[in-house]
């Protein structure tokens, strides 16, 4: 088991403020149905992969002269990452997990090689390698997997997933949680975030179990940090040499967010608001602690009353007008505060240690390992006043108050960057009615945020493509992607 520290206390919920002030009118580029990272990392900023429509920043938490950071524009070549195919792992005849057509596979690897790109994103599941037991770690699938990817040339981002995968909205699992994790949660249903009605979504553990030890004695955090610690343990000979990025999940779908917006099983459809999602019996402790804290235990009884259901519009929902039952109220302000607050936390605490585990391959290594972090894309409603679909998704951020810097800050403490979704849209391809901005969401989140910590460079890491399906390889799509991969490869 992980060495561990002490998690000090953290009191998320206390009021600051972030007022937001800069202008939305920044126009983005369609740049297509993949993904980029933006980095400020060891004295220079530059762009590298991360997953499914994603633009990402980080901020060092050192910051060198902006000479060296203008030594960017001296990379001009750009490394092109294709993401592992969702349905490459399948179950034996024993039920254990294992590869799918592994020489179909292998050619693929081969074929990817020789068309230039330079390495694969591969989700790592909780639920594969701690199936069975707590703290039995069974690595080997992942073994044979990283071995083919090496021997094939190509280089490795790697996705530690915490969360289940579901198929459609019969609820199927691709992967669920570790087993004895599920079974734990049929005992008590609270482990996992639910919402007014009592629903439960099984995706990812509630915030609210993250330092209870409801885990055969381990807490949440534990679960998480063992299991990182694992696996840098387990791969650490090729550490910088082959694994050249780490994300960590943190949430549904690997990102930092509740599950406000479940479509898998038909309660929230686009563009609905969505719902708080903190009415499991633990969340709920913790806010009756932090409004008795806060001198105002009646505000601990419940979440806002008044907020509309899953797939209700903004209009006529008072909790998201303007009014004395608001957002903009006193309780408003409380609730949105611990509420953000818990998901801040979160990230802090398992991105602190994260960081620890990967520093030495960061000082040690000619390829530093890149820590990233995901948040989802919320760009729906943006445009009005309270920003409701991104208020239930944990992000308080309004037309009055920026909801990514306390978030940026976190991941500047760590060295991390940070993953957005949504980066190849562009605001005339959304309904007008919705009020939907992704390009403002990613001027915020992004490039404004670069600015404000560091320096705004604009130089390219690596891209990555996503997925590699049967499609890539048709002719028609494999005539278009080689000469494409070949010029991001060439120089600019």
Same mark, same amino acid.
């Given at each position: ?159 530690? !997933? ?7 909205? !019969? ?199 890149l820590l990233v972090a995901k948040i989802g894309g919320i760009y729906w409603w943006y445009q009005t006043q309270s920003h409701p679909a991104e208020l239930t998704a944990g992000y308080y951020n309004t037309a009055m108050r920026d909801g990514y810097d306390p978030l940026a800050s976190v991941l500047s403490r760590h060295g991390a960057a940070l993953h957005i979704s949504c980066l190849e849209m562009i605001d005339g391809e959304t309904a007008s009615n919705y009020r939907c901005s992704p390009e403002g ?52």
């Amino acid at each position: 088991m992980a060495e561990r520290g002490g998690i000090p206390n953290c009191r998320c919920w206390g009021r600051r403020s972030f007022v937001k002030n800069l202008g939305r009118s920044g126009r983005g580029r369609k740049i297509g149905n993949d993904s980029m990272v933006c980095r400020f990392d060891r004295g220079f900023y530059g762009w590298g992969s991360v997953g499914s429509n994603c633009c990402a920043l980080s901020m060092a938490h050192q910051e060198e002269s902006k000479s060296t950071v203008l030594e960017s524009f001296k990379m001009k070549r750009v490394p092109i990452f294709v993401m592992m195919p969702i349905d490459i792992l399948g179950v034996d005849t024993s039920g254990a997990p294992k590869i799918k057509k592994v020489k179909a596979l292998s050619i693929s690897l081969k074929a990817l090689k020789l068309a230039g790109v330079h390495g694969i994103t591969v989700e790592v599941w909780w639920g594969i390698v701690e199936r069975s037991s707590p703290l039995n770690y069974d690595w080997s699938l992942y073994e044979e997997l990283f071995r083919m990817i090496s021997v094939s040339g190509l280089k490795l981002h790697v996705s530690l !997933s915490f969360h289940s995968c579901t198929r459609s909205s !019969s609820g199927k699992g691709v992967v669920t949680l570790p087993s004895w994790i599920v079974e734990i949660g049929f005992l008590d249903k609270n482990i996992y975030y639910q919402d007014r009605n009592g629903l439960s979504n099984g995706d990812y553990l509630s915030l609210g179990v993250d330092q209870m030890p409801l885990f055969c004695g381990r807490t949440a955090l534990q679960c998480y940090e063992d299991f990182m610690f694992s696996f840098v343990n387990k791969f650490d000979s090729i550490m910088g040499r082959v694994i050249e990025e780490v994300s960590i999940g943190l949430g549904p779908s690997g990102e930092l967010r509740y599950p406000a917006h479940p479509s898998a099983d038909g309660r929230w459809r686009f563009p609905g608001i969505g719902e708080f999602q903190c009415y499991d019996k633990y969340m709920m402790e913790d806010l009756k602690r932090a409004a008795c804290q806060e001198g105002k235990p009646e505000w601990g009884d419940d979440g806002p009353q008044n907020a509309g259901g899953y797939n209700s519009i903004p209009s006529g929902v008072p909790f998201f007008e303007e009014g004395r039952e608001s957002f903009l109220s006193d309780y408003g302000r409380f609730f949105l505060e611990w509420y953000s607050g818990k998901l801040i936390c979160h990230a802090d605490a398992i991105l602190g240690k994260a960081a620890n585990m990967l520093k030495k391959y960061q000082d040690n290594t000619s390829v530093p390992v890149l820590l990233v972090a995901k948040i989802g894309g919320i760009y729906w409603w943006y445009q009005t006043q309270s920003h409701p679909a991104e208020l239930t998704a944990g992000y308080y951020n309004t037309a009055m108050r920026d909801g990514y810097d306390p978030l940026a800050s976190v991941l500047s403490r760590h060295g991390a960057a940070l993953h957005i979704s949504c980066l190849e849209m562009i605001d005339g391809e959304t309904a007008s009615n919705y009020r939907c901005s992704p390009e403002g969401l990613l001027q915020q989140a992004g490039l404004l945020q670069i600015v404000a910590n560091c320096y705004q460079v604009e130089a390219v890491r690596s891209f990555t493509y996503f997925r590699m399906n049967d499609k890539i390889f048709r002719v028609e799509n494999w005539n278009n992607f080689v000469p494409f991969v070949r010029r991001m490869n060439s120089e600019l």
